[in-house]
């Protein structure tokens, strides 16, 4: 808004340069934020960095993934086999 005052209202020329000074802050503001970017792997003050969260989703949905839904159930000889997750087993006895 104050630009478009600046070339409407009549005033000095140095004052209309003055004008521009704060988007010429933002600009800079604007360059350094695209030049400094955000360090992903940097721990902040809780100790917990939003890469190494990223990384442990990843590693628990490849987990599931290979698994398929199915249990490792141990059997009565001691040898494990899979059934379908879902499926209650009864206990003998």
């Given at each position: 808004?104050?630009?478009?005052?600046?070339?409407?209202?009549?005033?000095?020329?140095l004052h209309?340069?003055?004008?521009?000074?704060?988007?010429l802050?933002?600009c800079?503001?604007?360059?350094?934020?695209?030049?400094?970017?955000?360090?992903?792997?940097?721990?902040?003050?809780?100790?917990?960095?939003?890469?190494?969260?990223?990384?442990?989703?990843?590693?628990e949905?490849?987990?599931?993934?290979?698994?398929?839904?199915?249990?490792?159930?141990?059997g009565?000889?001691?040898?494990?086999?899979?059934?379908?997750?879902?499926?209650?087993?009864?206990?003998?006895?």
């Amino acid at each position: 808004i104050d630009d478009l005052f600046a070339f409407v209202i009549k005033m000095p020329t140095l004052h209309r340069l003055s004008v521009f000074r704060d988007d010429l802050v933002f600009c800079v503001f604007l360059y350094q934020r695209w030049i400094y970017r955000v360090d992903k792997t940097r721990v902040n003050e809780f100790g917990w960095a939003p890469e190494e969260a990223e990384e442990k989703k990843a590693l628990e949905s490849s987990a599931t993934d290979a698994s398929e839904g199915k249990e490792i159930v141990a059997g009565a000889a001691g040898q494990e086999k899979e059934e379908p997750a879902g499926t209650a087993r009864k206990r003998k006895g």
